[in-house]
């Protein structure tokens, strides 16, 4: 059981990313699936979440509305986030981890990536 986060990279302010999520060994449409973040210092902290794929539901914390987009693909055992007009504050440590509700606690979530890093330099 395994789930591998990639995407990451150094981007300017304003640019953009997508961040995958690939689950090996478990159906991953079957969980809840949540992106956090760990910046340098701070704690990680809960990004966006995404329901199983029988409500699809999505949650996104007021600091990423409107830029962020969490989708799955079924297919290809995956979730993504993909991340607009980025900040210099979105800088960090990407992880994302599937659990069995819909939650930004950390705590609920079963599997965890091993995280992809985001600079974004101003």
């Known amino acids: 059981v395994q789930l591998q986060a990639s995407g990451g990279g150094l981007v300017q302010t304003g640019g953009s990313l997508r961040l995958s999520c690939a689950a090996s060994?478990?159906?991953?449409?079957?969980?809840?699936v949540g992106w956090f973040r760990q910046a340098p210092g701070k704690e990680r902290e809960g990004v966006s979440c995404?329901?199983?794929?029988?409500?699809?539901?999505?949650y996104y914390v007021e600091s990423v509305k409107g830029r962020f987009t969490i989708s799955r693909d079924n297919a290809k055992n995956s979730v993504y986030l993909q991340m607009n007009s980025l900040k210099p504050d979105d800088t960090a440590v990407y992880y994302c981890?599937?659990?069995?509700?819909?939650?930004?606690?950390?705590?609920?979530?079963?599997?965890w990536g091993q995280g992809t890093l985001v600079t974004v330099s101003s």
């Open positions: 981890a599937a659990g069995p509700i819909l939650t930004m606690r950390k705590d609920a979530y079963t599997y």
């Open positions: 060994g478990f159906i991953l449409d079957g969980y809840a």
């Open positions: 995404i329901q199983s794929s029988s409500d699809g539901s999505t």
